[in-house]
C-alpha cells in the first residue's frame, strides 16, 4: 500500500544524483523517510508585503516588491562585497552579497520589479538585506502563497548549488504525490483517542503543507510528542531491563560501621533531604539488582556524608568501596576529612593519585587485592588497568560532570572477578555506582539525558547556613572592593581571588592570573598578607602545599585559577571574587560561589567585570545576584546555551531531536514520561496487541537508529 519510505532519495521526482548526494551530504538525507523528517524551522507568512518604509529594525523575515537602480563593489578586509541599491515608491534600502557576486550582477536585471524576500539588517542608517531570495514579480504572481510558509533547515552549500527553499518544497510536494499522503500510523489507538492527537498522515501533511494555524499547532504538538515518547521509552526500558538483568550484591544488611558511625560519631544531625537520599541508597543496596543511581545536591547540600555512610554499608557487608574525584585537591581533600573518621571505625583507607610514588602504589595494589584495604579514595588513577579489587561492591564518583561515560564504565568492570568454581558467570558482577554531581541539571534534561540511571535529589541545604551576599562590580571599583577584603581579612576571614583559565587562550589566562597575582601582592603587601596561588601549571604536591597553607589559614587570600572551582572546603574562607566574571559560564560561577559560605560567618561572592557586557553576560550576572539556587540557575544556563553544551546531552540523542526542543518542550516531555511508563508497567514487553503498532515502530527506531545514536 505504501511506498517504501526506504527508498533512496534518488530516486524522487525533482532530486536526481547531484542533488541526492548534496542532501546526503549537507542534511543526512538517505530516504524518503529522512526527508519527510526533515521538519521546517520555521514558517512565514508570504501572503503579505512590505512597504520599505514599513521596516522595522527587528531582524525578522519580509518580503518586499521593488527594483534594484544600480550595484557597487566594496572592499573589505576579506574579499569584497557587492552592494545593491533597491527601492520602491517609499524609500531606498541596500542588497548585499558576499559571495556569487559575479553570477548575481550578470543575472538580475536593473530597472525591473522584483519580490525580495529574506532578513533585514539596520545598519549606517539603512536597511540591508543579505542574500536576499529574488523572485521576478511576474514569475512570482504565477505561484500560491501560503501564510504559513515552511521554512526548512538549510545550509551554505546548498543555497549556494541552487537548493533553495523553494526547491525542498517542491520536492516535497513530489514525495506526498508520489506516496499519496498515506503513511503508517506509529502510535497506539489508546494514546491518539486519548490524547485527541492527530493522525500521523494527516500531522506530517500539516506540519509541511499547513492548512490553518490550529492544525499546524497540533501537527507539531503530535510529532513532538511521538518523537519524545519513544526517546523515554527506550530509556525506561532499558533501565527496566538492567533492573531485571544485572544481578549486583544485595548488602543484605546494616552492620556494626554504620550503625556506630551513625550513633557515636556522625557530626550533625542529617538533614531530611541527606535522611531521603539514604533510604533511597540503601533499598537499593539492598535488592538483587545493581545500583545506578545519580545523587544531585546543590554545592553544599552534604553529598560526601551520604558517600561516606553508603561506603559504611559495602563495608559492613565485607564489601570494598572506593571514591573518585575529578582533581588532585579534591581527592587529598576527601581522604583527609574521611580519614578521621575512618580511623575512628578502625577502617583502612588510602589515597591514591597520579603523584602517588611507586612504593605506595604497590602497597596499596597488593593490599586491595588481598582485602586488606577497604576503602579507595583518589583520581582518574583509580582506573589504571594494575588497580585491582580483590571485592569492590561500591563505587562512587564525585562531581561526575567532570567525567564521561567511558568512565563510569570502566569502574563497572573493577568489580570481583568471577570465581572459577562458577562456570557460568563470565563476566565480573558490576560494583553498585553512585554518581554524584552539584552541577543540577534540570530535573526534565535529568530524565532524558540521565534516564537509564536512578536518580536522587538532596534538595536542602543545612541548617544555619547563611545566604551568600552576590554583588557584581566594575573594575574602576576595584579600589573599594580591596578595601572590602582588607575589612574583612581583619576580622579573621580568607578571601579567594579567581580567574578565569579557558583552554584556547591559556596563555592569555595565564598571563591575567600572574598579572593579578602581582598587582594584589602590591596592595596586599608582606608580612602583613600571606598570599597562595595555585594554577594549573603548578606540580600536584605544589598546589597541594598551597593549598594546605589556604585550608590552615596560614595565607589569607588564594588567587587561583578554576582548579578550585570542585569541591574545595576551607569554611573560613568568606569573600569569593571572580574576576573577569563575564568569562565563566553559569554553572562554573555557582560551583565557584560554593567555595565560600561554608562557615558559619556571613559570606560574599564579588562578580568583577568591565564595562561591555553581552546580553548573555547581563543575564548570568543578574541571576547569579538574584539566587542561589543550583536548579534556578541551571535551568536559565539551559536556555542561555541549550542542551549542548551540558555534560552527558553528548551521549544521549537529546541533541539529535528533529521537531522537538527538550528545552522549550518540556512539558510534553513530562508528558511522555508519564504515559511511557504507564504503558511499560501493564505490558513491559510490548506483547499486548494494542501495543503492536509501539513495538513495530520502536524496532524500526532502533534498526534505522535515526531516533537516537546510542543502543546498547
Ligand atoms: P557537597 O554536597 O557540596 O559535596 P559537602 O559534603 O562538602 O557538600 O558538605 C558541605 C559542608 O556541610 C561540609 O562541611 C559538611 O560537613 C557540612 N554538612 C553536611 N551535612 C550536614 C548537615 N546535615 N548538617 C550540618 N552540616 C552538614
Ligand atoms: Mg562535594
Redesign the pocket.
Known sequence: MNTNLQTPIDYLKGVGPNRADLLRKELGIHTYQDLINLFPNRYIDRTQYYKINQLQRNNADVQVIGRVTSFKEIAQKRGKRLVATFQDDTGVMELVWFRGQKWIRDSIKPNTTYVIFGKTNWFNGTFSMPHPEMELLEEHEKNLRSAMQPIYPSTEKLSNKGITNRVISKIMQNLFLETKGRFLETLSENLLSELKLLSKSEALFNVHFPKNQELLSRAQFRLKFEELFYIQLQLILKNLIHKSKIKGFPFEKVGDYFNTFFKEHL?????NA?KRVLKEIRADLGSNAQMNRLLQ?????????VALMSMLIALDNGFQACLMAPTEILSVQHYNGLLEFCNKLNISIKLLTGSSNTSERKEIHENLENGNLQILIGTHALLEDKVKFKNLGLAII?EQHRFGVEQRSKLWRKGPEASSDNERATTPTPPHILV?T?TPIPRTLAMSVYGDLDISV?DEL???RQSIKTVHRYDKNRLRVFQFIRDEIKKGRQVYVVYPLIQESEKMDYKDLMDGYESISRDFPMPEYQISIVHGKMKPADKDYEMQRFAKGETQIMVATTVIEV?V?V?NASVMVIESAERFGLSQLHQLR?RVG?GAEQSYCILMTSHKLSNDSKLRLETMTRTSDGFEIAEVDLKLRGPGDIMGTQQSGVLNLKIADIVKDKDILQSTRFYAKRILNSDPTLGLPEHKVLLHTYRQLSKYKNMWNYIS
Open positions: 557530626p550533625f544531625e542529617l538533614t541527606q545536591g546543590d554545592v553544599g547540600s552534604g553529598k560526601t556524608i564525585d554524584m552539584a538532596i543545612p541548617p544555619g569541591g572546603n569554611p560554593g561554608r
